[in-house]
Structure formats: structure tokens, C-alpha cells
């Protein structure tokens, strides 16, 4: 049975009703980072293997500005190059979340290598870097919009992990903060672009698998945590183990 056209109020809502079922606030590692029953160890691994997402970023939205075909889209995606490569040495997304790392007491070189990286992160973020290189760019955009729900993820976590633990500051939270403008801007301008250029069923039904993808990605980055750091923690071999950091 084809899908029904979606007016775009309703596949706004579509949206919506897929990151209220799976966006990855409801998985149980980030209940147990925001409510404070993880260990030090336990955050510094999930630091870590999330360095690799944000700092996967700028590359992702760079293959997506190369294919597209005017000024004005260009220049609208070109910000979020900036928002995490930053305009200068030490600025941007990716160097404020390697304050977080610093922070928590792990060692920047190593972070930067990526040596102690979960395979399951690897797989999961070079899949979302290919899906938005390979697929069309309304699918590439539509799977940017798990940005509608980050500022609630954001200011859940910022409050949970001062509240909780001690080894956490203002400062080492500070990639955050931008955070609570930039999503919001971003997703705002890619919610339009998708109401408005998803005019057939088919179209539609990628936008939400699009999305359904991306919120699998945040998913099984953090099954993986669970698995290898909380519960039954089996950690694979050649992946960070707090004891020899």
C-alpha cells in the first residue's frame, strides 16, 4: 500500500513523532549520564568516543556544500562549518568539545587519535558521513533534523552533570552553550527546506527514513557504550579502557 502526499503540516509532524520515539535521550546510557549514576571512567568513555561525531561533522557538512547548486544554500550550510571548525586556531565546536575531554582528564593527543574508539562508533558515524555524501540532498538535509530535539538533550544534560558530578564545571561544559542557538537556528532552515521541497509520497517516505537513519546512528553509538562500559562491560580489544589511560 503507497504512502499517502503528507500536507507539510503533517509530515512536520511525522518528523516529530520519530524523534519522540527515537531520539536518543531515551536511551538508557544518556538516562544514566544525565541522572548521575555513571562513574568518572564511564564519562570520559562516552567524551571520547563522541569526540568522534563532533569532530565528523565539518567533513559530513562539507561534502553536502559541494553539492549544493546555489549561493544561497551554500552560504546557509557554510555556517555550520564555522559554527564547528571554527574562523580560527582554538575556536569552533570540535575545539570546545576537546575541552570537555581535557576536562575530564584525558589526554589530548591520545583523544585526537582516535586509537581507543569503539568500533561501533567508527561504523556508526562514517555511515551517517556516507549517507549524507551518497544520498539525495533532500535526504542528506532531512537527516540534520534530529536538531529539532537537541536543545531539550542539551539542556538536560548540562543541568544533570553539574548537579551530579564534582569532576564537572561550567567550563568543561562549555560547547554546550552555543548549542542552545545554533540547533535551533539550523534545524529551523532545514524543517522548511524539507516542507517544502518534499512534494511526493516518495519523497516524503525518504525524508523519514532519513531521519529514522540518523536517529539510529545516536542509538547505536550509545548501545555500544552500555555494552562495553556499563553493562555486562566487555570492552573490545584496542578500545580506551580507563585502567591504562
Known amino acids: 500500500m503507497s504512502a499517502p502526499l503528507l500536507s507539510p503540516d503533517e509530515l512536520e509532524a511525522a518528523l516529530r513523532a520519530i524523534g519522540a520515539e527515537r531520539y536518543h535521550n531515551l536511551h538508557p546510557f544518556h538516562r544514566a549520564l544525565h541522572d548521575g549514576r555513571l562513574n568518572r571512567a564511564q564519562v570520559q568513555?562516552?567524551?571520547?568516543?563522541?569526540?568522534?561525531y563532533q569532530a565528523s561533522i565539518p567533513a559530513k557538512d562539507a561534502t553536502l556544500l559541494a553539492r549544493l547548486t546555489t549561493a544561497e544554500l551554500r552560504r546557509e550550510w557554510r555556517r555550520r562549518l564555522v559554527d564547528h571548525d571554527g574562523d580560527a586556531p582554538g575556536t569552533g565546536g570540535v575545539a570546545r568539545w576537546l575541552k570537555l575531554t581535557d576536562g575530564l582528564g584525558l589526554d589530548r593527543a591520545y583523544v585526537e587519535s582516535l586509537e581507543g574508539l569503539l568500533p561501533a562508533t567508527r561504523f556508526a558515524v562514517d555511515?551517517?558521513?556516507?549517507?549524507v555524501r551518497d544520498r539525495s540532498i533532500l535526504e542528506a538535509i532531512a537527516s540534520s533534523l534530529t536538531e529539532l530535539f537537541s536543545p531539550t538533550i542539551i539542556s538536560e544534560r548540562v543541568a544533570g552533570m553539574l548537579r551530579h558530578y564534582d569532576f564537572i564545571t561550567p567550563e568543561t561544559l562549555a560547547y554546550f552553550q552555543p548549542r542552545l542557538t545554533q540547533a535551533p537556528r539550523d534545524s529551523d532552515f532545514a524543517l522548511a527546506y524539507v516542507k517544502e521541497h518534499a512534494r511526493t509520497p516518495e519523497q516524503q517516505q525518504a525524508v523519514l527514513?532519513?531521519?529514522k537513519f540518523k536517529c539510529g546512528v545516536l542509538w547505536a553509538m550509545l548501545d555500544e557504550l552500555e555494552y562495553a562500559y556499563v553493562n555486562p562491560g566487555r570492552i573490545p580489544p584496542g578500545a580506551f579502557r580507563p585502567d591504562a589511560a
Do not use: E, I, Q
Not at 555511515?127 to 549517507?131: E, L, P, S
Open 45 to 52: 568513555a562516552w567524551a571520547l568516543n563522541r569526540y568522534y
Open 127 to 131: 555511515a551517517y558521513v556516507a549517507f
Open 209 to 211: 527514513g532519513a531521519l
